[in-house]
């Protein structure tokens, strides 16, 4: 009984080391959609999102943003890989390649010419300053020179920067505001004196 008794205990230990720990002071935990972006034409691949328990095949819309959702991915399924595998692949491959048999060959990396993109966090850890202003990072995917990329736009806004200009900004005002109602005080003060 007491056997029992301590496995019982030492289960209960283990599941509260794995669960979920808060962020530092300051962090906070928001959900990070993957955003994506096609830039030209795109047909001449299938894509899809690895994860340690589970493979999808997403479609990119041609010319249009294709947004995958952070909702229902807990755990393991935080973390995903974008995989692009040309579609002339399939080709070299006799049979129904669907199902486990198609996530077996993108887990051993069967596919010759397939090229892991981009690794995505669909739940990211960021400033508690940084919340109101912050958006799921987008990736411009296309393909040049025979060679598909996922990258990020480099003219796009840093909203860290942006979160803390408006940070400095609130702050100043404030400072200032407290600054400007001494001064009034002391000058009404002051004057009383005179008088």
Known sequence: MRSLAKVSLLLILCTAAFADVAPDFGYTYVPADLTLRSVGDLSGYRFFLESPNRIEEIKITPGATTTISASGRSGV???????AVPTENFGHISG?????LLENFIRDKRFPDARELLIHYFQTTIPTIEKPVWTPPLYYVSVENGVITAQKPIDGVDT????????????GGVLMTIGIAIIGLWLFRRS????
Do not use: N, Q
Request: no cysteine; glycine share 8%; proline share 4%.
């Open 77 to 83: 399924a935080k973390i995903a890989t974008l995989i």
């Open 192 to 195: 009383r004196k005179k008088v």
């Open 160 to 171: 860290s920067v942006l979160a803390r200009l408006l940070l400095f900004g609130v702050v």
């Open 96 to 100: 129904d390649l669907s199902g486990p």
